[in-house]
Each structure stands twice: as C-alpha cells, then as structure tokens.
C-alpha cells in the first residue's frame, strides 16, 4: 500500500511515495457479507483496504478510512501504522440507523482535528450521515450517541448528467474553523455544517465550472470525492475510475476554487 505526499515547493509539483506495512485488520462490526463483498471486488479492482478519505492533526499524522473495513489507519509522522480502536458503537449505530447497509457504500470521509483527539466520519448514502468519535483517558468512545445526522432522500443530477434522482450522498468531509464541510458529490456542491449536529446552514455549487462541456465525463453519475476546505479556497479531487474526459484527459483531476466572497462563514 502507498501514501502518496505533494511536494509543493516548485510550479511543478512532485509525489512522494510511502510504503505502508499494514497490520491485522480489526473487526469494526461491519457485516460478514459485506466485508466478503469487500475481499471479492479486491480480487477484480484491486485495493483490498478501499481507503476513501485522509486527514491529518496538526502534528503530521495521517488518519485513513477504509471503505472496505469500516476502520481508521494512523500513519503517524514516526513509526508504524495502526488501526485507532474505535468503539463498535460506530458501526453499530450507525447500522441501526440505515447507515452502512450496502457494498461500497460505507464510510467515504474523514475530517480530524488539529489536537488528534476527535474524529468525524461521513457515511455515504442510502442513508447518509455523520457520526464522530473523540478520544480520551480510556481510549476512542462516543458521547451518548455516535451519530450526528441522518439523511435520506434524493438529489436531483445536474441537466448535464441526464437529470435523474440519486441518492444523497457525503463523498468527503472537512473540518474548518469549527465547522463541518460536506462534499456532495451528486449535487456538485460543498456545504458548511455545524460541528456539534451538522445541521445544514449554506452551500456553494461549483456545478458551473466542473461540468463545463470539455471537463464531462462519459460516465453516469458524480466523481468528485476529496475535499480540504482552507481560508483561501477548496481543494476538490476527482476520481476518474480511469474514464477519459471529453478534453482527452485520462488522469484523476484536482480543481482549486477560490473560496467564496466574505469567506467561508458567509452566506452565497
């Protein structure tokens, strides 16, 4: 397994490579068949762990969710990875709520804080949600409850994309001055949320711009799936499943958009 970094120091910038030795899954409490599901499709796709989300503290640790296991790696600035003991309630929740419920439809983001002691993870769809998890004296628990939000429902695609009604659905989270970023792929827009429920407040579509006749895909639905929001824009990266754009461009694409007028706290 390799994680890549980005050198940014020149106009062109540099990957570096690190190779991960992983250690011995744990069982998170997800389903027996849909972690087998997760060994079969590796077999054909290859990525056995589907690592959907990264984030980092502010000391340098990574943290990787995995799709396929429904569990967090820390790859830590020195040393070996491990797998955060998160409680089973995650899962359990989240489970008894209609969250998790289907192959390839898990946890798809992550968003940590600076001091490494919370956590959130964005379930997919069908349905979608937010639960969290912090750390304390006796290790990873939740409050009374793991889970933040619940949705259900659909999102109607954009005209560019046939117009049909999809599942909502979270691809990526970030976390930034207190408050939640959901990326919401099917939507084509990023929304802010409260840290303590994630109550909806606003959203920005970049609908416009990423669906620009030269940039489409022939593809059916939505592939934006990272997200890192910062004061001065969003960073929104796409995954192709190695489909050619209609510019010719075969390879995954990260856009930069500036972050809205009055800033991230404002309103559209």
Partial sequence: TLLYSLDTSATVWKAKAQTLEI???????????????AKASALIRGGDLDFEG????????????SEAYAAVLKVPVD???????????VVEEAQSAGMLQHFNAIFEGIA????????WLAAERDKRGLLTAKLGKDGWACDASCILRVESGNDTLP????????SKDFSDISLYKGKLFTLERAAYRICRRTLTTGQLE???SFAKEALQPNRLYDQKYGLTEALIVDEKGAWVG????FGVRADGEKRPVVWRFAA?????????
């Fill in 23 to 37: 250690p011995p899954i744990p069982d998170s409490g997800l389903s027996a068949t849909l972690r087998g599901m």
């Fill in 54 to 65: 990264v984030s980092c503290d502010a000391a340098g640790n990574r943290y990787l969710v």
């Fill in 79 to 89: 040393g070996a990875p491990v797998w955060l003991e998160l409680p089973r309630k």
């Fill in 112 to 119: 940590v804080n600076p001091a490494g002691d919370q956590l």
């Fill in 159 to 166: 005209p560019e994309l046939g117009g049909k009604a999809v």
């Fill in 202 to 204: 606003t959203c920005w």
């Fill in 238 to 241: 796409t995954d192709n499943n």
């Fill in 260 to 268: 809205p007028e009055g800033g991230w706290s404002g309103k559209p």
